[in-house]
């Protein structure tokens, strides 16, 4: 089994999808949206870091905001 990690558009489908049904994840989402289009610097390092983290699932990405 290939040893696939997700990428940043992978990563904010989670965010999307999960932002229709809980709060946290709208108001996360709509901060990343924000950066990207007021600090696109800040927004590449927040990329970077989130693929760094090597989410296989999106229960990784979930585990990872909600610790």
């Known amino acids: 089994m290939a040893n ?3 990428k940043m ?3 904010l489908k989670v965010i999307t999808d999960l ?3 809980q709060g946290f994840y709208g108001r996360l989402l709509e901060s990343i949206n924000d ?3 007021n600090d696109p610097d ?3 390092e927040l ?3 989130l693929e760094a983290q090597e989410f296989r699932t999106p ?3 979930v585990l990872f905001f909600e610790q």
């Open 42 to 44: 800040a927004y590449g």
């Open 35 to 37: 950066l990207r289009d």
């Open 19 to 21: 932002s229709h049904s």
């Open 59 to 61: 229960l990784d990405v």
């Open 4 to 6: 696939i990690t997700l």
């Open 9 to 11: 558009n992978d990563i």
């Open 47 to 49: 990329c970077e870091n």
